[in-house]
């Protein structure tokens, strides 16, 4: 008879204690055993064979004063990058009606700012109510928000706002240096007061340590209430920008993560974002196992390539899973 060690064990208990040796603890466990318990942890709150899909649509394109070394939207790097304006916003809406007719049932919207004004708060809003009109969820991001900006975004009926840690807080500086991490907590503060839901996780592959993403996933899981959805990105090299070049991650590490980022925030969407067009169907096979069930869906994100919608429904089709965005809970 099979026994399952004290070691995987399953408590999928809402924790915010976290201690860096319990994250640690997790992210050394052996691969199938760390599966196991993730796998575990995911089916007592979300169907083991759903993937909510969400679209994301650059609306404002590049000429961004931060210096995310990553960014080929910062305009501080040479990135054969186009900057493009604010988009009107029944194109914004055609967009969506399309990622709709495709299988999204969420509609994300991001602008390369590091924060915005009032006046354009106004159009956000505009393209926000018009997208709920088409029966979408609606998320934005669009850099740090002020009380006010944050408030008219939830009178303007916003569902979601995306607001990436990137890091832990102790390499957060090899990364970006315009903005620092208590301002993003700050922003996400703001967010979380306002009844907004949260969509905050960070990049993997950046030349972090293990112990970097422990702590990245440990200030998610940590936090007062953990976040809705939880992007887990993989670099995307971009020539032009401070981290091209850099030693790409193991796939097997980044598998690692989504399942440690499962079993500690067990109720959250767990979503393969950036870097997926360079994982191969093997690799977000086991993503998904590991429980990630939530992806972005269509052929760019913001500024770079994605798989194509049709090779992902192959995908699903393959795997025997299917779009929807219930969970248990």
């Known amino acids: ?67 995310c070394g990553y960014c080929p939207q910062s305009a501080r790097y040479d990135s ?41 708060i106004e159009r956000v809003v505009e393209m926000v109510k018009g997208v709920k ?23 303007g009926g916003l569902d979601y706002y995306n607001h990436n840690l990137d890091t832990s807080e102790d390499y957060y500086s090899e990364i970006i240096t315009t903005r620092t991490y208590q301002d993003r907590l700050d922003t996400l503060e703001r967010v979380r007061e306002a009844g907004i839901n949260v969509c905050c996780g960070g990049i993997v592959g950046m030349g972090e340590s293990e112990i970097d993403r422990a702590k990245l996933l440990m200030q998610l899981a940590n936090m007062a209430k953990h976040p809705e959805s939880v992007p887990i990105n993989m670099l995307v090299q971009v020539e032009g920008t401070p981290l091209h070049g850099t030693e790409k991650l193991d796939p097997l590490q980044f598998v690692r993560t989504v399942a440690v980022a499962r079993i500690m925030m067990p109720q959250s969407r767990v979503r393969l974002s950036a870097g997926r067009k360079d994982m191969s169907d093997e690799m977000q096979a086991l993503c998904f196992l590991a429980g990630a069930n939530s992806i972005f869906y269509g052929d760019k994100l913001l500024t770079t390539d994605n798989p194509m919608t049709n090779h992902d429904k192959q995908l699903f089709e393959r795997l025997g899973v299917h779009m929807g965005g219930s969970s248990y809970t």
């Open 80 to 120: 054969d990058l186009n900057p493009e304006a604010l988009m009107p916003v029944d194109a914004v809406l055609k967009a969506a009606q399309q990622a709709k007719q495709q299988g999204a049932s969420r509609f994300c919207m991001g602008a390369a700012w590091r924060s915005p004004k009032d006046r354009d």
């Open 1 to 67: 008879m099979s026994v399952v060690p004290e070691s995987i064990k399953i408590d999928a208990s809402l924790r915010h204690d976290w201690q860096l040796a319990e994250v640690e603890a997790l992210f050394a466990m052996p691969f199938n055993d760390l599966l196991f318990r993730a796998q575990s942890a995911h089916r007592l709150y979300f169907d083991p064979n759903e993937i909510q899909v969400s679209s994301l649509l650059s609306i404002k394109t590049g000429s961004c004063s931060e210096d």
């Open 133 to 155: 009109a088409l029966g979408l969820e609606t998320c934005v991001t669009l850099g740090m928000l002020s009380d006010k900006q944050t408030q008219a975004l939830k009178e």
